[in-house]
């Protein structure tokens, strides 16, 4: 069984996640989504409520979701993972995932990053415009996967 890790925060999950994560599972069997416990990012969201967020949106999918607190390769080593995904959404992301891509093969010479861009439609589609949406009582329903607007309910202004 061929299987991948997508890292992130997750704060929360958004279509264009969906988007990636559906693209991995065109080519691998199952994919694990690492969600960040990230304290230095200081999440919206706990870590228990962004894990049952990502459940939820990803119903019906081949993924597991599990919190993570580690360095990104020791975690894929415990998993039996050698492929992380990374979303591109712009020559922005590039530069930066590029780098986290090398750094992780200089810890570990047998992992290996691909990188997935999303549809036209998600690609400016990001955690955090989301947040900055909802901060400001904007309406981000359709910026996140229908299964979670119910969990969202305090957040979103409009549904």
Do not use: W
Not at 80 to 96: M, P, Q
Not at 142 to 152: R, S, T
Request: proline residues 4%; charged residues 25%; contains cysteine.
């Amino acid at each position: 069984m061929k299987k991948a890790i997508y890292s992130g925060t997750f704060d929360p999950i958004t279509n264009g996640h969906i988007d990636i994560i559906q693209r991995a599972l065109k080519v691998f069997d199952e994919v694990i989504i690492a969600v960040a416990i990230s304290k230095s990012k200081q999440p919206m969201f706990d870590i228990d409520t962004r894990v049952k967020l990502v459940e939820k949106a990803c119903k019906g999918l081949k993924v597991k979701a599990l919190p993570f607190e580690t360095l990104l390769v020791d975690f894929a080593k415990k998993q039996g993972v050698s492929t992380i995904i990374r979303g591109l959404r712009a020559v922005s992301d590039f530069e930066y995932e590029l780098q986290m891509g090398y750094a992780n093969m200089s810890l570990d010479t047998k992992i290996d990053t691909m990188y997935l861009m999303p549809t036209l439609n998600n690609a400016f589609v990001s955690s955090s415009v989301v947040r900055e949406i909802l901060k400001f009582n904007g309406c981000a329903s359709h910026l996140v996967p229908p299964a979670i607007i119910e969990d969202l309910k305090g957040y979103l202004k409009c549904t």
